[in-house]
């Protein structure tokens, strides 16, 4: 069992984010991929395809279905191992006070996502990017203290190596404009004229073709295709006209 928890690393919008709100489940395990919605896999012809865009970088190699939910499956994957990290962090009180000090006042703790705020998944990676320096130290130094054996062998399998940072880079920075989008909805006086403006930035963002590696490509590719489906599925046919 955990240790309990004497003191709190987590600040008031922490509070807010994670408070008697249930996280997603963490186990690490993928047996039901059949479950998973195929959303973002390209689509058939669709009546409220994005706007091609004329392209300023060399045309990037076409990826088929399989290797989209390949990947799809591979964040799935990776995004587990950090809420079971960070969970552990805020549950077990050694490595709680471990994060507490190596952290100056403003920085906060590390954060979990939840299902009902549609941005948390991207404020969790975001926190986690910013405070890798102290990741990494955790798992090279491992000096921390009061760990059970089965904790320490579990803390330690959840390493990131270079890889998955670079592919979290890259899933924060395309999640940035969703993030925005969140922001901009979540006002006390959302208008249509919000939403007119949150669906065209978020058409811009998956419909880049410039690309700072591999990672953005694919997860841009996913996230134009998922774009796709919920806009030609969800909007009324007069906005899907006006916005024409």
Known sequence: MFEPVSSSLIDDEDDEMTNEIPPYPLSTSIDDVDGFPDNNIQPSDDYFALDSVEENVANIKPVSNEEIFNFLIRIHRLIQKVRTFVFMTRSIASLQRYV????????????????????STFKMVNRLIKRRGMVDAMFTKRDWKGLTATQEMKIRSLAFNYD????????????????RVTTILSGDYPTQSMSYYAVQTLKDSVQQTFHLSHYHAMITTSLKYQCEYYLDSFLPPAQKLGMK
């Open 100 to 119: 507490q000090e190596r952290s100056d006042s403003n920085e906060g703790g590390l954060i979990l996502d939840v299902k009902v705020r549609w941005n």
């Open 164 to 179: 998955d940072w670079e592919l979290l880079d890259a899933l924060r920075d395309c999640l940035d404009p969703f993030d």
